[in-house]
T-cell receptor, first 109, second 114 residues
Framework: GQNIDQPTEMTATEGAIVQINCTYQ??????LFWYQQHAGEAPTFLSY??LDGLEEKGRFSSFLSRSKGYSYLLLKELQMKDSASYLC??????????WGAGTKLIIKP | IAGITQAPTSQILAAGRRMTLRCTQD?????MYWYRQDLGLGLRLIHY???????GKGEVPDGYSVSRANTDDFPLTLASAVPSQTSVYFC?????????????FGEGSRLTVL
């Protein structure tokens, strides 16, 4: 079966750095996505990786290793507004998105 | 620019009732999707439409139906609601021509079936 694993919850301190991991087992691979979802709101797109390596976008970076079935989202200089759930999703060989359950990130002052 | 609009934002209904969740987008995206989101689970695809006039079944289609009469609208109907359909429903769209396939989501419809 297809599976996306990510930690259920993480806690970090304002101003610090946090890494949210995602491992996947899917039928084929056509890209990995990270979305941010604030409580009670819609998910919003953060990043897309289809080749191995690091993609940097401001305070957020996303890394992919296809051989290891592994990605991480790195958040730097954490702000209180970064408190949200972070969803990892993989597009399989049929171009269908398989979603992880999300990681709830709690930022403490 | 509204993006994607869903209605209603919240609804409580009795089991056995028929319910239609509305979804409209103004981005002229070809592809549209309906997902449900339940605590502790990832988003699960109910139905999708790659273009107006076509629809397909997702991971959890039973008890739901959709139609795509035009590019902008993609309503989701529960013919006879059951308590297990209590969930938050998200409509989404994507421009299938972009390489990233980024999804744009509506604000969600919270449905409670009693």
């Amino acid at each position: 079966g297809q599976n996306i694993d990510q930690p259920t919850e993480m806690t970090a301190t304002e101003g610090a750095i946090v890494q949210i991991n995602c491992t996947y087992q899917t039928s084929g691979f056509n890209g990995l996505f990270w979305y941010q979802q604030h409580a009670g709101e819609a998910p919003t797109f953060l990043s897309y990786n289809v080749l191995d390596g690091l993609e940097e976008k401001g305070r957020f970076s996303s890394f992919l290793s296809r051989s290891k079935g592994y990605s991480y989202l790195l958040l730097k200089e954490l702000q209180m507004k970064d408190s949200a759930s972070y969803l990892c999703a993989v597009m399989d060989s049929n171009y269908q998105l398989i979603w992880g359950a999300g990681t709830k990130l709690i930022i403490k002052p | 620019i509204a993006g994607i609009t869903q209605a209603p934002t919240s609804q409580i209904l009795a089991a056995g009732r028929r319910m239609t969740l509305r979804c409209t987008q103004d981005m002229r995206h070809n592809a549209m999707y309906w997902y449900r989101q339940d605590l502790g689970l990832g988003l699960r695809l109910i139905h999708y439409s790659n273009t107006a006039g076509t629809t397909g079944k997702g991971e959890v289609p039973d008890g739901y139906s959709v139609s795509r009469a035009n590019t902008d609208d993609f309503p989701l109907t529960l013919a006879s609601a059951v308590p297990s359909q209590t969930s938050v429903y998200f409509c989404a769209s994507s421009d299938s021509g972009t390489s990233t396939g980024e999804l744009f989501f509506g604000e969600g419809s919270r449905l409670t079936v009693l």
